[in-house]
């Protein structure tokens, strides 16, 4: 079949297209923005910014989340900041830079257009966040305070302790909870998506299962926006939150959304390693550490001293090494892969050697224990409850984690996915970031996205189907979908097999991280590609679900969580072997320089895999967006 | 890492709202100190599958103490033992070997049991809906640097704002009282300039909305001691100042 990949990209030159896009676009008045109702799955930063703005429009709203209440979403977690161009500092930012560093960052595989306007709405957010009371760290003079981030040479990241995530998305929250004590969006919790509806070509609505009593129920609208968030979880140990998932997301492709460059997953170098083989997660230590503290390794394969014992001359700084104009600061997955190789060499560090040291020695004597303790006070914390070790007397231990995931559902310009009326925002679309995203970026894109694009570029759609009658929930195909979503969920409980989901979970996550996880090759890949197919037969025949469907069971969501990770899983290792380079995140071995750093291929891969669905997870069907740059010459990421 | 031997762990059951609960108990022959105590109920959980019987029912998700969704009583304490920690962050190395560890839901009238662990906590979203908030509509705000807010404002707003909106406080609270979760919110919008606009208004209808569901305070302290992020009763006191204030200000003139 083939599948329309146009981008809708607005005409003129790159800086001017956002500006031309707003200035041409089709509105809806004020007083027909009451007839279009519009659902927001997910209350993330990028599905509460946008529910509470599409509500201070005037749509009908309803927003859907699968936690108690909106403030749990995973953007909390988020620690170290969020960029704009604002060039506070008079370091020599501008729009431009920040596009720049940003289609660099991606290695040269993102929208140029797309990431544009990012850079040009940054700054609305940071005015809007602070308009909204997000308490934002600040000099004596009571002005913003910036810090750098890996993979810029400017201070651009704006901050709120450790802490930006969660006071970014309280902030989008309270904005969500101003519009629902309004009424001018209903809030349904405890809710989980688990099917998109389409009808006549487009996207009709929603199908969900109350957590609670495990009812299915219908719910039509004019647009749909999944704002669901990334499928890094699929590694089974992540530094995502433990119900992060790709149920969403993966549906809407069964129904027909194309699914763009899975294979581009980021693996985040600063987390505590693992300790034993129960752990259920991984804690991430913000990049933002990177600015002072040292990261090393013992010269020696053979070291047993601790770190203080360890002269300077028997440690290998070898980021500073390796990369000296970056540094410490080198982008998240140049540093990954760095610290693999020393700890693949044998000199890791830990019980289990499978960690490097992050040191903040030389930092606490040159700033002295305060300064260290008012910027990192709250992570040095939980390293200590998590570890037992006090990160003020002895260096931390890293290791580098799946963390975010760049690939998602495709989107044009406009935050559309292939299926009309279907949008995705946030960690949940491909658009932004390339093939590896910067730190501070991504609550940059998700408040983007729901702020200052979506509330844009949905009128195009919407304005089309003014006074034109919708299907509403007792349409059949609404009936048929809630059918196959409740016989679904009564077959997991029927298999009755002998192991639970997380058995499963975490089998498959060791596939992906052992053949499609920091480095990649070909036979790998096709190993990857027939254990997790073998394994998902597995998981249909014998797992097993205890409960009932009829009230709370964290087991049967789970479970249905996992079954769309093994499909998903297998649309990676898929991409991942198709996409014959070495580009940001993606390492293929067999693409690299004599010392180790990724080989490009533009000449045959300067494109967007967007991935149909065929109703076969192993044979899915490849389209391609080719990607044209127009102000952007590509060339060799060097950080050194 | 050391291995703990002989856990005991007493826990709540309660199949829903309406029925009737009991405690269960589970032997734990061995864990490892650098286990979780959310890792210890994972495995024990893996087992009662394994065994064919229902998992417990517990709140949690980002593991991190940051998204406040965890919630039980550990051994009676909200959140367990250690100071400054959610459930999610406490590690068995608090324990000995051969401990009994009692685990139950919050306690709290305005958070009813949805299943074993599992409760609503709802009510807290309502008190944020009718005042937690700065009316200012995207689009339009003004530059971020316009107004300089000093340091030590900054500081003691971004204290209250750490806030995770978990509820250790009301369940920790002998009242079942939630004015350290509604005098934080209060105190991280009205300590700032953006803040002033609505300054009595919201600590006005968050109070009241507040008094809707939960007890009165009688400053017990219980709540402070409880906070997983630590957030100070001195944050109450703020409130009641703004509240009584609310009711005899002229908000005409606010800056009298």
């Known amino acids: 079949m083939s599948m329309n990949l146009d981008a809708n990209i607005p005409e003129g030159p790159l800086a001017d297209k956002w500006q031309n896009f707003i200035a041409n676009e089709r509105l809806v008045n004020p007083s027909n923005k009451r007839k279009f109702k519009i659902i927001v799955v997910g209350t993330g930063l990028a599905g509460a910014s946008a529910a509470a703005t599409f509500g201070e429009l005037g749509y009908e709203v309803e927003a859907f989340t699968f936690h108690d209440s909106p403030r749990r979403a995973h953007s909390i977690s988020a620690q170290g900041g969020i960029n704009a161009a604002k060039n506070y500092p008079g370091d020599g930012d501008s729009v431009h830079r920040l596009f720049f560093d940003t289609v660099k960052g991606g290695d040269f595989r993102a929208r140029e257009a797309n990431v544009h306007r990012l850079a040009e709405v940054s700054n609305e957010i940071i005015d809007q966040m602070v308009a909204q009371g997000v308490p934002f760290a600040r000099e004596y003079g009571g002005l913003l305070d910036n810090r750098s981030f890996g993979g810029a040479q400017v201070s651009r990241t704006f901050y709120a302790r450790g802490q930006t995530g969660q006071q970014l998305l309280i902030g989008a929250y309270q904005q969500l909870s101003r519009q629902i004590g309004l009424g001018n969006v209903k809030l349904w919790n405890r809710m989980e998506m688990v099917d998109i509806v389409n009808i006549d070509g487009r996207c009709a609505g929603i199908v969900c299962r109350d957590l609670l009593t495990g009812e299915f129920s219908s719910h039509s609208a004019h647009a749909v926006v999944l704002a669901t968030g990334g499928y890094g979880n699929v590694f089974y140990l992540s530094t995502n939150a433990m119900s992060c998932n790709v149920t969403a997301a993966w549906r809407a492709h069964r129904r027909g959304a194309a699914f763009a460059n899975p294979s581009y997953t980021q693996i985040h170098p600063t987390c505590i390693p693992q300790a034993d083989d129960f752990q259920s997660k991984l804690t991430l230590m913000s990049e933002s550490l990177r600015n002072d503290g040292r990261i090393w390794v013992p010269v020696s394969a053979d070291e047993t001293r601790t770190a203080d014992q360890i002269p300077e001359d028997e440690r290998d700084y070898y980021l500073e090494r390796i990369y000296p104009s970056f540094g410490n600061l080198a982008p998240r997955d140049v540093s990954s892969r760095a610290a693999k190789r020393m700890v693949d060499a044998g000199q890791g560090v830990g ?182 197919s073998s394994l998902h037969e597995e998981f249909k025949k014998d797992l097993k679900v205890t409960g009932s469907d009829k009230n709370v069971n964290q087991t049967l969501e789970k479970a249905g969580r996992v079954d769309d990770f093994f499909e998903l899983g297998m649309l990676m290792c898929k991409d991942a072997l198709n996409r014959e380079e070495s580009c940001g995140g993606h390492f293929r071995v067999e693409y690299q320089t004599d010392d180790g750093e990724a080989v490009r291929n533009d000449e045959d891969f300067a494109y967007v895999s967007a991935w149909e669905w065929t109703g076969d997870p192993l044979e899915p069907n490849e389209h391609k967006e080719q990607l044209e740059y127009e102000v952007v010459k590509f060339q060799t990421r060097s950080y050194k | 890492m050391t291995i703990l031997t002989n856990i005991t762990i007493k826990i709540w059951r309660q199949e829903g709202p309406d029925t009737e609960g009991r405690f269960e108990t589970h032997q734990i022959p061995e864990i490892s100190d650098e286990a979780s105590f959310l890792e210890l109920l994972d495995i024990l959980n893996e087992r009662l599958i394994e065994e064919g019987k ?109 806030c995770i909106g978990c509820g250790a406080c009301v369940a920790a609270c002998p009242n079942g009282a939630a004015n350290l979760f509604t005098a934080a919110k209060i105190t991280h919008l009205n300590l700032l300039p953006q803040g002033q606009a609505e300054r009595y208004k919201r600590a006005e209808a968050m109070v009241e909305k507040m008094d809707e569901y939960f007890g009165s305070c009688t400053n017990h302290g219980e709540c402070e001691a409880a906070c997983p992020k630590e957030i100070s009763i001195d944050t109450i006191a703020t409130m009641n100042v703004d509240y009584w204030k609310s009711k005899f200000k002229n908000r005409q003139h606010l800056d009298r």
Request: hydrophobic share 35%.
């Open chain 2, 54 to 162: 229902e998992a417990i029912v517990f709140d949690h998700d980002c593991r991190e103490g940051i998204c406040g969704t965890c919630s039980m009583m550990i051994d009676g304490q909200a959140h367990g033992p250690q100071k400054g920690t959610a459930t999610c962050q406490l590690h068995m190395r608090t324990f000995s070997s051969g401990d009994e560890i009692v685990v139950e839901p919050w306690r709290a009238t305005a958070f009813p049991i949805i299943k074993d662990l599992m409760v609503d906590r709802a009510p807290f979203d309502r008190i944020m809906e009718v005042g937690g908030f700065i009316t200012a509509p995207t689009g339009g705000a003004p530059d971020a640097n316009i107004i300089p807010i000093p340091k030590p404002v900054i500081d003691a707003s971004m204290d209250a704002a750490s």
């Open chain 1, 351 to 532: 019980p289990l050697k499978n960690g490097v040291y992050l040191d903040f020695a030389d930092a606490i004597e040159r700033l002295g224990r305060s300064t260290i303790e008012e910027r990192y006070g709250n992570l040095f914390d939980m390293y200590e409850r998590i570890t037992g070790e006090n990160p003020y007397e002895t260096p931390m231990r890293i290791y580098p984690a799946s963390h975010y995931t760049m690939g998602g559902l495709w989107v044009d310009y406009e935050l559309m996915t292939t299926v009309p009326g279907l949008y995705a925002a946030g960690e949940a679309n491909f658009s932004d970031h390339g093939a590896n995203r910067l730190g501070a970026s991504a609550l940059m894109q998700g408040l983007s996205d729901g702020y200052f694009v979506l509330p844009y570029t949905i009128s195009m759609y919407l304005s089309k189907l003014l006074n034109k009658p919708i299907p509403d929930a007792s349409h059949e195909e609404f009936t048929k979908v809630e059918n196959e979503a409740r016989d679904r969920f009564a077959n997991y409980l029927a298999i009755d097999g002998t192991q639970g989901p997380d058995y499963f979970h975490r089998k498959l996550g060791k596939i992906i991280w052992d053949y499609c996880g920091m480095d990649r090759d070909a036979d790998g890949l096709r190993k990857a590609l027939s254990d997790i």
